[in-house]
Every structure is written in structure tokens, then in C-alpha cells.
């Protein structure tokens, strides 16, 4: 197997092009980061007696704003929450009776299949013991100032034939869950939006194929949570992770039912959370299932965690509160390991020593210590990876990796795994503290996480000097964030980048909701930088400095409510027809 058996399949997975030459850098950032936090609280353990529901998803950054806040009311609909331009429904809301939220579960939803072609006619592949015949279609494709291209598609049982080498009598097919029938993950919006209640919203949740958490809420005081997606019904003895071979024996058999992943309806811990995790419980049957080799460090459900079990009577507050939570438990643990450091850098150690961990806008250690973990992801990514393999993994490693190779040195660091590995936590804390020197001025005093961690949004094409025009800079210097990769609050960076802009923040929680489920008008969002796509409009960016405070505001829904706090309304009439 090489790659030249990936073929169109390695196209389809490299990025599109752009004219941002930090692109690559973000996009791998991005890819890193994605994710969100949403939890569900039981009646026992709310201080109304109502479910609580909170979701924020983790996207990155952009003009407009990856979500779009709607309130849909027909008859038979109403549903309020964040969707995306030209998506039918709401991603995350709630109707009358239930709120839904989500997050990124992981499933290995893609396999190769490495076909043996007939040397006399290469369009037949072996297959259970005789010849199969690709489907071959042609199409066509306009192309503007030339003549329109024939293109020949191909497939086989598995799906589209990626490549084929006649002269080595190979081909290689792909099987993927969202390319079985009916796969289109956004009309699951539709049933979600119109259910009712657990077995209708379970019900909905069946054609769901992108791997995701659900949380879920009612006005009944039920919560609960079901991870959907489109699992694969494997052959016995193949994972996933390498080609196979497409004769036969490993054929998928389909897909799993929505049963076949884990669920919990009203927990007796009285709470759910997702960040992202690995969260298959024990006696799960990994080895039959295989939904994942991958999943996002724990970090953030980790204080999620610590937090709603430290919370017995949880108010809607608290829920805003932890979604704007700065503690890093990673800094934290970092922090430990750091042995004595020479004289002329007592007093920056000092600093970072006596921090409480909370990466704030306005502190200075959080600068010093995010600084010191970037420079630490470089030197560890350099010893460990050999340069041999850096285009294949350009790093950094897992953040969960990186900790346990911290705490717990090995080989890999030479002869002296506990030597080595204080010489590099010194070595680095003194390039931070240089670095920091001389991007904010000699006084560790006068330092600031925020003065880095600025927010600058652009439009996508404002490479164009037109769109550059007429779309305005949002943010700047002046738009200070706290909050990293691996706090609650996630707002994430692309320090590989380089450049004055290494640790601006790119990515993060654009849309937040607390739902007080079934006192609805008591709900409350955000939705950053603003709700209009038009920067003729006042909405283009006034919820830049709400957001960047936190302060959530209602999210009406009831008939009163919202003719309450209406100030414009827009009736659209079809024209009449001749």
C-alpha cells in the first residue's frame, strides 16, 4: 500500500485552496480544537426544579459567525436556537416540551478497500470468488471559457473507486457512512426539531450519520444523552485502521442501529456532560464495535465534572459561569514540574508558582505559562518525532501525551529521563520569558494573556481588496480574551503560524445557550459577532463586546415575550402571480 493508492481520496482530504498564508496552520488548529461542551442537570439537583440544558459549541471564528440565531413558529413548529445559513431547523434549542444540544462524539467512519482488477479488462475486480463489474457513469462538467469535461466515474460494492493502476491490476475503493442512502446528517434537523419527547427525539435521531453527542431535556424533568452516527458494521477481524482487502471477506455489512451506541436516559448522578472525551462507559464492547482510536483530551469535562458535582442546587448562572470558566486543569499540573530555575529567572518562576491556574485576560502568568506550554509542544514534538515523519505528523503531540511523558520521563528523553526532561522545562520557561520580554516590555507586572490572545475576524475573501472594503475588520487589539485550548472557556490559537498574530485567538464558543427548561423565556444565549452578515446593519458586530464579558442575554420564545422585546418587524409577501 502507498499513497499513490489513495488517489482522489487524498485529494478530497487535503484543504481547499486559500490565499491566507496561514492557512495550513489553521486548518490543522482548527481540526485539533473542534469540539464544544454541553451538559444536562437533573431536577434534583437544580435550584428551580427544572432540568437545566447548556450547550457551547467550538468553531472557529469568522465574519459571519458560524451560527445563526433562529425562531421558527408554524403549524406544527416552533423551535428556537443556533443553526447555520441554509440548514434547515435548529442545531441547538428547543421547542415547547424539549431542549437538545450537542457535541462532536467519534466514530472511524471511513475504510480502504484495495481492489485486484482482471488484466484483460480492468473495469472487473475480484469479488467472492468470481468478477464484478465497476459501475461506470459519465458526467459532465461546465467549465467557464473552455469546452465542458467528460469525467468517467466509477464503483464498486464498497463506493467510489478512488484510483485505479490497470498496469498493476489495483484499484482502490472507499467506504464511508455518509455515502449510504438517505446519509444527509443535516435533514436529521427536521426530526429533532419536531420531537416531543425521548422516543420520538431517539426516533429523529436514526438518520443522524455525523458522529455526535446528544443532550437532551424535557419539560417532563427527563435529561439524558445518546451518541449517534453512522458506526459500521465491520467484518469480524478487521478495525479499521489499514486498507483491506476489497474480495470479499471484509466487507462492510452496513450500519450499526442507533442502539448499538451508548446512550443514558435520566442518569442517577443526576447530571450529563460531554466535552469531546472519550466517553464510552465501561462494558462497552470496544473490541466487537471499533467507534474510535481518537478522541479529544479530558481536560474540560474533566472541571466540567468537578464542578457540577460540587454544585447540589445548580442555577442558570452557575451553567453561564462554567461555560466562561478560565481554570486549566493542564496549566495546572504543568505548573508542578517546574524544578529550580537559576537566579536572574526566580522572579517570573515566582510568578507562575504562586498562579491559581485561571488563564484570565488580565493575568500575567497565564501569558507566561501559555507562552512556556507552546515552546514545550515544539521541543518535545522535535525530540520525540523524528524529522523523517514531521510531514506526516507535524505536531503538536496530544496534550494528554505530552503531560504523561512530563510527569513520567522515559527513554525517549536519553540516558537521564529526569535530567532531561528539567533541562528542557527550564530551558524553554527561559526562551517564554525572553519571548514575553519582547512582545510586552520587560516587566513581568505590565504582562497580559489578553494583550496576545486578541480577536481580529475578517471576511473569508478579504484578500479582495472590494471585500476587504466593504466588509469591515471586526475586533483588533482591543478585543482581549482569555481562556485556551483546554479550558471550559475554549478559545484556541495557532502559535505555528509564527508572527506577531501567533497567539491570537482563532476558534472557540461563538454560540452559547442555557436553557431553563420549561420556563423558556428564563433561557439565555450569545451569538458572536453578531447576528447580520451585512455590515450596513447595527447587528453586524454589536455582540463583540457583550460576548467578550459574558454577559448572556434572553432568548425569548413565548408570543408575549418576544412582542415585548421586538423593535422591527418584517412581513414578506410573494408576489401575486399573472
Known amino acids: 500500500i502507498s499513497e499513490a493508492d489513495l488517489g482522489l481520496f487524498g485529494v478530497l482530504q487535503a484543504p481547499l485552496p486559500r490565499h491566507d498564508l496561514h492557512a495550513t496552520a489553521e486548518d490543522g488548529t482548527r481540526r485539533r480544537n473542534e469540539g464544544s461542551n454541553s451538559w444536562v442537570i437533573a431536577p434534583s439537583r437544580t435550584a428551580t426544579g427544572r432540568p437545566i440544558l447548556a450547550n457551547d459549541p467550538h468553531l472557529s471564528f469568522g465574519v459571519p459567525g458560524p451560527r445563526h440565531v433562529i425562531h421558527l413558529t408554524a403549524p406544527g413548529l416552533d423551535v428556537i436556537g443556533g443553526g447555520g445559513a441554509g440548514m434547515p431547523g435548529v442545531m441547538q434549542g428547543h421547542n415547547a416540551t424539549i431542549a437538545f444540544g450537542r457535541t462532536n462524539f467519534h466514530i472511524d467512519q471511513e475504510d480502504l478497500f484495495i481492489l485486484r482488477t482482471n488484466p484483460a479488462d480492468p473495469l472487473l475486480y475480484a469479488h467472492q470468488g468470481?468478477?464484478?463489474?465497476?459501475?461506470?457513469?459519465?458526467?459532465?462538467?461546465?467549465?467557464?471559457?473552455?469546452?465542458?469535461?467528460?469525467?468517467?466515474?466509477?464503483?464498486?460494492?464498497?463506493?467510489?473507486?478512488?484510483?485505479?493502476?490497470?498496469?498493476?491490476?489495483?484499484a482502490t475503493a472507499v467506504s464511508a457512512t455518509w455515502l449510504a442512502p438517505g446519509a444527509n446528517g443535516l435533514l436529521a434537523n427536521i426530526g429533532i426539531n419536531l420531537a416531543h419527547d425521548w422516543p420520538s427525539f431517539r426516533e429523529a435521531l436514526r438518520v443522524h450519520t455525523s458522529p455526535t453527542n446528544f443532550t437532551y431535556a424535557d419539560t417532563s424533568g427527563n435529561i439524558g444523552w445518546q451518541a449517534a452516527g453512522g458506526l459500521p458494521r465491520r467484518a469480524p477481524g478487521h478495525d479499521g485502521l489499514m486498507p483491506a482487502p476489497g474480495d470479499g471477506r471484509y466487507d462492510w455489512q452496513g450500519l450499526q442501529p442507533l442502539e448499538a451506541l451508548p446512550s443514558s436516559f435520566n442518569p442517577a448522578r443526576g447530571w450529563f456532560g460531554t466535552s469531546n472525551e472519550m466517553n464510552l462507559p465501561p462494558g462497552y464492547p470496544v473490541e466487537e464495535r471499533r467507534v474510535s482510536f481518537?478522541?479529544?483530551?479530558?481536560?474540560?469535562?474533566?472541571?466540567?465534572?468537578?464542578?457540577?458535582?460540587?454544585?447540589?442546587?445548580?442555577?442558570?448562572?452557575?451553567?453561564?459561569?462554567?461555560?466562561?470558566?478560565?481554570?486549566?486543569?493542564?496549566?495546572?499540573?504543568?505548573?508542578?514540574?517546574?524544578?529550580?530555575?537559576?537566579?536572574?529567572?526566580?522572579?517570573?518562576?515566582?510568578?507562575?508558582?504562586?498562579?491559581?491556574?485561571?488563564?484570565?485576560?488580565?493575568?500575567?502568568?497565564?501569558?507566561?505559562?501559555?507562552?512556556?506550554?507552546?515552546?514545550?509542544?515544539?521541543?518535545?514534538?522535535?525530540?520525540?518525532?523524528?524529522?523523517?515523519?514531521?510531514?506526516?505528523?507535524?505536531?503538536?503531540?496530544?496534550?494528554?501525551?505530552?503531560?504523561?511523558?512530563?510527569?513520567s520521563p522515559d527513554a525517549r528523553f536519553g540516558a537521564d529521563p529526569v535530567g532531561a526532561r528539567n533541562r528542557m522545562l527550564v530551558e524553554q520557561f527561559r526562551e517564554a520569558v525572553q519571548e514575553l520580554r519582547g512582545l510586552l516590555g520587560p516587566l513581568p507586572a505590565a504582562w497580559r494573556w489578553g494583550a496576545l490572545h486578541t480577536i481580529t475576524l475578517r471576511h473569508p475573501l478579504a484578500v479582495v481588496p472590494a471585500v476587504a472594503a466593504a466588509f469591515p475588520t471586526i475586533g483588533g487589539p482591543s478585543a482581549q480574551s482569555g481562556g485556551d485550548p483546554y479550558t471550559v472557556m475554549a478559545r484556541w490559537y495557532s502559535p505555528q503560524k509564527g508572527g506577531e498574530n501567533a497567539y491570537a485567538s482563532t476558534g472557540g464558543a461563538s454560540y452559547l445557550m442555557v436553557c431553563d427548561v420549561g420556563n423558556w423565556d428564563r433561557s439565555l444565549y450569545l451569538n458572536f459577532p453578531g447576528q447580520s452578515a451585512d455590515p450596513k446593519s447595527p447587528h453586524y458586530a454589536d455582540f463583540l463586546p457583550v460576548w467578550l464579558r459574558g454577559a448572556m442575554q434572553p432568548l425569548s420564545f413565548s408570543t408575549h415575550s418576544v412582542d415585548a422585546a421586538a423593535v422591527r418587524r418584517m412581513t414578506l409577501r410573494p408576489e401575486a402571480q399573472p
Open 130 to 170: 468470481g468478477w464484478k463489474r465497476m459501475k461506470q457513469v459519465e458526467t459532465r462538467i461546465a467549465v467557464r471559457g473552455e469546452a465542458e469535461q467528460v469525467v468517467n466515474l466509477f464503483y464498486s460494492v464498497h463506493g467510489p473507486v478512488v484510483s485505479r493502476d490497470p498496469t498493476r491490476n489495483r
Open 294 to 407: 481518537e478522541w479529544r483530551d479530558g481536560f474540560r469535562h474533566e472541571r466540567v465534572a468537578q464542578m457540577l458535582d460540587a454544585t447540589p442546587r445548580a442555577t442558570l448562572a452557575d451553567s453561564v459561569a462554567l461555560q466562561h470558566d478560565t481554570l486549566s486543569v493542564l496549566a495546572l499540573q504543568m505548573v508542578r514540574l517546574l524544578p529550580d530555575v537559576p537566579p536572574d529567572l526566580a522572579a517570573e518562576a515566582e510568578l507562575l508558582k504562586a498562579w491559581n491556574g485561571r488563564v484570565d485576560a488580565s493575568s500575567a502568568a497565564a501569558a507566561l505559562y501559555e507562552v512556556w506550554w507552546t515552546r514545550l509542544e515544539r521541543a518535545l514534538h522535535a525530540l520525540i518525532i523524528p524529522s523523517s515523519l514531521h510531514d506526516l505528523l507535524p505536531g503538536p503531540v496530544n496534550a494528554t501525551v505530552q503531560l504523561a511523558l512530563f510527569q
